[in-house]
């Protein structure tokens, strides 16, 4: 997780750009929620997805990497397939989490550049909506128009807000069908060039203490 005060790495469980945070923010730490987690990696480390799992959230998470072993001892509560992201029944996966076409949190990281739009594409043929939506773009080393911008057009057509733009790395959007403003204020930042990934560096200035979100953990003794 990242320190609060330092803002650096402590220990590498919950997500580097803070993914999973910004989802209890927004749907408060009560809630128990459903997550589609696509190029989840490993169950824990550096996992957008496994604190909200702690929280009582279920899912289903996919990645080409075979961390099969690891995701039976680590998240009971999600399915997860060491398959190709683009093979996978999404339609049939998404009703196992609810019939009705929605689901409350997206998160996709893959890694080639174009992937990650395509596969948002492949996702909304499904015909479910998503509240909230966390998805990279790499664009501090690949050019804007190879997934960022395309990204944003989509999902702006869609429907969807983005509520924390970030020119470097990954967006943060929301349904604002399902999401009300004042769930989601708080992460409204300014897009100032800082490589810093926000809102680390936002939530530290108005001393919103995030870090209550994480319980200690031991890896080797979960």
């Not at 997780?1 to 910004?22: R, S």
């Not at 072993?69 to 989490?97: C, G, H, S």
């Not at 909506?129 to 664009?139: G, L, Q």
Request: some cysteine.
């Amino acid at each position: 997780m990242i320190n609060y005060k330092t803002l650096k790495y402590d220990n590498d469980i919950g997500a580097g750009g803070m993914q999973d945070v910004y989802a209890l923010i927004v749907f408060g730490k009560e809630y128990k929620g459903t997550f589609v987690d696509i190029g989840c990696r490993h169950p824990v480390e550096h996992n957008n997805t496994y604190l909200l799992e702690k929280y009582g959230w279920e899912g289903y998470a996919v990645d080409l990497e075979y961390y099969t072993p690891e995701w039976k001892q680590y998240r009971p509560n999600t399915t997860y397939q060491n398959l190709d992201a683009f093979t996978v029944n999404y339609e049939k996966q998404f009703a196992k989490l609810n019939p009705e076409p929605l689901i409350d949190f997206l998160s996709i990281d893959l890694e080639i550049p174009g992937e990650r739009f395509n596969i948002l594409k492949r996702v909304f043929e499904t015909g479910y909506e998503f509240k909230v939506i966390t998805i990279e773009h790499d664009a501090y080393c690949h050019p804007p128009e190879t997934e960022m911008i395309p990204q944003r057009e989509f999902l702006t057509s869609q429907g969807y807000t983005l509520v924390r733009k970030c020119d470097v790395i990954e967006d943060f959007w929301i349904n604002p069908k399902y999401i009300e403003k004042e769930q989601y204020e708080i992460l409204i930042t300014h897009n100032d060039g800082n490589p810093e990934i926000q809102p680390w560096k936002f939530l530290k200035g108005i001393e919103y203490d995030w870090t209550n979100f994480y319980d200690k953990i031991d890896l080797q003794n979960l």
